[in-house]
């Protein structure tokens, strides 16, 4: 099938082309950390996926006006070829790539190897889970934290500082160091903080170790940032916490989820409609052996349905009816939503959480979150 025809059908499904693929390039992983959603690293984990068969895939994302590649895993310096995708993807001028590593194998000379690769639109996003290594390693092992920063030094030497983004999952036990860990990450020279929430699916769905942060932990957090000066520059100049964001939302969302934007191929080859949303009933296998354009085109009434049902969360979602961000909100993440309810209609797992800060925002009184 031509790519032109791949597009064609997703025009007349209504659905939007990728912008942006996440591809896992293997499902290997040196850490099993408690909370992750796609359980990578153990036995029965995808092997690396062949390197002529992501160079074939990325070369068919560049014809159809893919814009930027998102490379993931596992843990995708686990995979021998990992330096050469991102070199290939580069070569066919993406606007934007994306490395997701836990950094812990990144010595000098994988470093120095990104380096070279760099150009405006190179980013790596590093995992740290806490402002320590107790809170980090309480989720992916000793010595992680360590190795990790490590990770991050040698990136951070070779000039490549400011293209590094630590992702941390917010939990119970760690939320409170996000302060710090600003800090941090400031003075080593890292170039943004970006926080999220973790889903209750996947390992942590299995564990009791772990668990969400409570809404009185982002109440204080608020009001760190309301009443300490320090902490509301830095988090200014470079962090990107959601609690923190909503009170500044102001424009109404006018479209549902664009998902199929941000499609996400795993190692073993079924493509999701987004990162989150890993629905089978919504998503393609055999992708490897199809090809993106007819994988694209399989999928393309599938996800027409997805979006019907997005475009009917706010509507049909009884705890949306009452909230101040009905419109600003609009049912929140649907992918969310079926992580940790297996529910696509069900409420987004932080819909408690959004409507206290809205109510907050808009001086109303918060409603009955139960």
Not at 64 to 77: A, D, F, K, Q, Y
Not at 98 to 111: D, F, S, V
Not at 133 to 154: E, V
Request: net charge negative; glycine share 8%.
């Amino acid at each position: 099938m031509k790519l032109t025809e791949a597009l064609h059908h997703l025009y007349l499904a209504g659905v939007r082309p990728p912008k942006t693929l996440t591809l896992a390039i293997t499902g290997a992983c040196n850490l099993s950390c408690r909370h992750c959603w796609v359980s990578a690293g153990e036995a029965s984990s995808s092997p690396h996926v062949p390197l002529a068969t992501v160079l074939r895939l990325i070369g068919e994302c560049a014809a159809l006006g893919v814009t930027g590649i998102r490379i993931t895993g596992g843990e995708p310096l686990c995979h021998p070829h990992w330096l050469e995708i991102i070199q290939f993807s580069r070569s066919l001028g993406f606007a934007s790539i994306a490395l997701q590593t836990n950094a812990m194998r990144m010595g000098e000379e994988y470093a120095a190897a990104l380096r070279e690769v760099d150009f405006s639109g190179l980013s790596i996003q590093v995992s740290l889970d806490g402002a320590s290594a107790g809170s980090h390693d309480l989720i992916r092992g000793d010595g992680a934290f360590n190795a990790a920063l490590n990770g991050i030094a040698q990136l951070v030497q070779k000039g490549l500082g400011p293209k590094v983004s630590i992702f941390f999952t917010e939990m119970r036990h760690n939320l409170e160091e996000i302060p710090e860990l600003l800090e941090r990450a400031e003075k080593i020279g890292v170039g943004s903080v970006t926080t999220g929430a973790m889903v209750l699916c996947g390992r942590a769905a299995d564990t009791s170790a772990i668990a969400p942060p409570e809404i009185g932990q982002y109440l204080k957090l608020i009001e760190r940032y309301d009443n300490d000066a320090h902490f509301r520059e830095r988090y200014d100049r470079i962090g990107s916490v959601a609690a923190l964001k909503w009170r500044t939302d102001t424009a109404a969302r006018q479209n549902a989820c664009t998902f199929i934007e941000n499609p996400y191929l795993t190692p073993s080859g079924i493509l999701y409609p987004c990162l989150l949303c890993h629905s089978d009933e919504f998503s393609v296998s055999g992708v490897f052996e199809k090809g993106l354009a007819v994988s694209l085109a399989e999928g393309a009434p599938l996800w027409s349905s997805l979006l019907r049902i997005s475009n009917s969360r706010c509507d049909s979602i009884a705890a949306c009816q009452s909230c101040p961000g009905k419109e600003l909100c609009a049912g929140g993440c649907m992918g969310r939503a079926w992580g940790s309810a297996a529910d696509l209609h069900a409420a987004d797992d932080r819909c408690p959480l959004r409507r206290t800060v809205y109510a907050m925002a808009y001086q109303t009184t918060p409603p009955d979150s139960n």
